[in-house]
């Protein structure tokens, strides 16, 4: 391998992890926030929301456009789903890394559905777990292929709210 491509990969490498990290920091706060009962002004919690969301999908700012994408990010959560459900795969390193950033940015959308502005929110059910989101969200995804190139936090809040609209 050329020097070139290892340093592109040791870039990539590096975006991911710091992705992580920020994700990681950015859930337990709202976990935090969310058991200690905090609350406070719509206002408050719909800034809390945009960002936490913009930590999860901006954690980089050189990263390459597409760590964002769908595509960029469903082999790793097609990975960690497939995983999750008992099937025992041997796959890259850097997927199950992904697949664990997937998962997190669907279990931080699940946290905080409750507290999201009526226009935006989805109502999971309250015995819905992160797996079922999970498959919410690669189920739906795989069902426009051509719409891949898309934010993938935009395209996993939509198949929530498809699946799981709040009723009025």
Excluded at 34 to 48: E, I, N
Excluded at 67 to 77: E, P, R, Y
Excluded at 160 to 168: D, H, I, M, N, S
């Amino acid at each position: 391998m050329s020097t070139r491509h290892l340093d592109h990969r040791r870039e990539l490498v590096i975006a991911i992890m710091i992705a992580m990290v920020i994700g990681f920091v950015v859930y337990r706060l709202i976990e935090f926030l969310v058991l200690t009962g905090v609350r406070g002004t719509a206002k408050m919690r719909t800034l809390l929301f945009a960002a936490a969301l913009l930590f999860c999908s901006q954690a980089h700012a050189e990263s390459p456009p597409d760590m964002q994408s769908a595509n960029f990010l469903m082999l790793g959560c097609e990975t960690y789903y497939l995983r999750t459900a008992g099937q025992d795969m041997v796959v890259p390193e850097k997927y199950g890394i992904v697949g664990v950033r997937c998962s997190g940015i669907v279990e931080a959308l699940m946290t905080v559905a409750s507290v999201m502005e009526p226009g935006v929110r989805f109502c999971p059910p309250s015995s819905a777990n992160t797996d079922q989101g999970l498959s919410v969200v690669v189920s739906y995804i795989r069902s426009i292929p051509q719409r891949t190139h898309e934010n993938f936090v935009h395209l996993a809040l939509e198949a929530l709210q498809k699946a799981w609209p709040c009723r009025r």
